[in-house]
């Protein structure tokens, strides 16, 4: 079993296409190469799985899990209900699948330097992004994509 997944941290799949969209936003933002250190890339169905961090102590939002209302409605008319927090939901059974759905997140660069040195991008110096999970949307489930399993540092 994974260490704390589904309660401090969970997989999420996107697009290689996205994340490299979002790379280069970050790029031309900031001047920063974004590492691809923690990514997973799937070549057959041309994804990524990324790391996302959940708040978990006391005290700190939890990020919302919220599901379609009416799963045959179309994209404009689509209204969600709220189940509870991503952690309490993924504990239950019934849930522990792949959702398709949209993921909000907060997300923040982690760039190696010192408190009193205000880093520059330079020729291979590379940031790493944090995903941190704020809430998720889901209209489906597929057994159609494998979850990736890495980082086996968090297994028990």
Known sequence: MLKDYGKSWVYVY?????????????????????????????????????????????GQPKPSFWAAKEKEASAGDMSFSRIGPVQDVSSHSSQQRIHIGVGIFSVSMEIDGTANFKPSPRMGDEANLCFNLVSFRTWSTTDGVAPIVHAPRKWY
Do not use: C
């Open 14 to 58: 996107l697009p290689q296409l996205t994340l490299d969209k979002f790379k280069s936003y970050v790029k031309f933002g900031t001047g920063w190469d974004v590492s691809d250190e923690g990514t997973v890339f799937d070549p057959n169905r041309d994804t990524v799985a990324i790391e996302a961090k959940m708040h978990h102590e006391s």
